[in-house]
């Protein structure tokens, strides 16, 4: 997508989401991890809602971030990592189904900073249905011991 020699990018998303303390409390899983995409998937549960039995926007908008995130992670050389610097979650429909899917996928690469945009679908009966949708903008770190991996 950049040029950029990106080296294994799928086993350093693989490394870097199992070091995860929050996805793994959250009980989510990478389900797939392609150039400028990943996916991350999350079964219901009912710890993880807000007083009316629907998903927390905390919960969606957490899983929104690591997928952007590591989506920026795909893109760049093996060296470098990434921080969110910023992003907007619009919550479309509340989120309810028995599983959710989280997808990341890079809108605008760059070497200093990366645009992601997100999308948060509910699955259960019936086809899925978008419920949230995220824009990301991640910083490209450089060289910073205590920013790795």
């Given amino acids: 997508m950049n040029g950029r020699d990106t080296?294994?990018?799928r086993e350093r998303v693989r490394r870097s989401f199992d070091k995860q303390g929050a996805m793994a409390m959250l009980g989510a899983e990478?389900?797939?991890?392609e150039p400028a995409l990943v996916e991350i998937e999350l079964p219901f549960d009912q710890k993880l809602t807000q007083q009316h039995g629907f998903l927390h926007a905390g919960v969606i908008s957490a899983a929104l971030?690591?997928?952007c995130g590591y989506a920026a992670?795909?893109?760049?050389?093996p060296e470098a990592s990434i921080l969110t610097i910023e992003f907007k979650v619009n919550l479309m429909s509340p989120g309810r189904g028995e599983r959710f899917l989280f997808r990341g996928e890079i809108t605008?690469?760059?070497s200093t900073?990366?645009?992601a945009d997100g999308r948060a679908y509910a699955i259960g009966d019936g086809p899925a249905k978008l419920i949230a949708s995220m824009t990301g903008t991640m910083m490209v770190i450089r060289g910073r011991q205590d920013v790795t991996g």
């Fill in 113 to 115: 900073i990366i645009v």
């Fill in 108 to 110: 605008k690469p760059g």
């Fill in 73 to 77: 992670y795909t893109v760049i050389d």
């Fill in 7 to 9: 080296g294994d990018f």
């Fill in 30 to 33: 990478l389900t797939r991890v």
């Fill in 65 to 67: 971030d690591s997928a």
